[in-house]
């Protein structure tokens, strides 16, 4: 079964930092881009960043470039958000999300993580 | 970068046929693709590449486009299509999502 599971939410102050990791099962992982996409209480949709298979190349929205960083271990299928600097308005549900080949289109997501950031 | 533009809300008749519009410059040019998202629940695709179903997804989904504006249409709609719907595509600086239409079957 194709499966992705994140951990790592929690509640942050401020500034503070906070890693999320995405562990992925049932398909070949480092054949497809994968995704992150966060949802703020009561909004819609947010596209964070994407990286490569191989994590060459990686991507950011322009609300966490400099402040979000995404990486990938493909020995261990396991996708990662390193988040710093955090502020109220990146409080939100996280979710991984497996890219089909070649497009945006994210046909396999996870149940999320979700991130609180407050003093 | 650029935008995608949805209706809030829109609502359909039980068995009646509804579509749901996304607007935007980036459309001209990268294919859009749509997601549902029930209450509580992650998001799930429902069509890609303009008008692709991924397995498992009823045909009574189904993609369009013209100039700037995607369109999904769901025919003979049913109480379990309820749900948020989100378009999405490629943009200039990476990857947009429309605000997405809150659907209710009426």
């Known amino acids: 079964e194709v499966q992705l599971l994140e951990s790592g939410g929690g509640l942050v102050q401020p500034g503070g930092s906070l890693r999320l990791s995405c562990a992925a099962s049932g398909f070949t992982f480092t054949s497809y881009a994968m995704t992150w996409v966060r949802q703020a209480p009561g909004k819609g949709l947010e596209w964070v960043s994407t990286i490569s298979g191989s994590g060459a190349s990686t991507y950011y929205a322009d609300s966490v470039k400099g402040r979000f960083t995404i990486s990938r271990d493909n020995s261990k299928n396991t996708l990662y958000l390193q988040m710093n600097s955090l502020r109220a308005e990146d409080t939100a549900v996280y979710h991984c999300?497996?890219?089909?080949?070649?497009?945006?289109?994210?046909?396999?997501w996870g149940q999320g993580t979700t991130v609180t950031v407050s003093s | 970068s650029s935008e995608l533009t949805q209706d809030p809300a829109v609502s359909v008749a039980l068995g009646q046929t509804v579509r749901i519009t996304c607007q935007g410059d980036?459309?001209?040019?990268?294919?859009a693709n749509w997601y549902q998202q029930r209450p509580g629940q992650a998001p799930v695709l429902v069509i890609y590449?303009?008008?692709n179903r991924p397995s498992g997804i009823p045909d009574r989904f189904s993609g369009s486009t013209s100039g700037n504006t995607a369109s999904l249409t769901i025919t003979g709609a049913q109480a379990g299509d309820e749900a948020d719907y989100y378009c999405?595509?490629?943009?200039?600086?990476?990857?947009?999502f429309g605000g997405g239409t809150k659907l209710t079957v009426l």
């Open positions: 980036s459309l001209r040019t990268y294919s």
């Open positions: 999300a497996k890219d089909l080949v070649g497009t945006p289109a994210f046909d396999i």
């Open positions: 590449g303009e008008n």
């Open positions: 999405n595509s490629r943009d200039s600086s990476g990857v947009v």
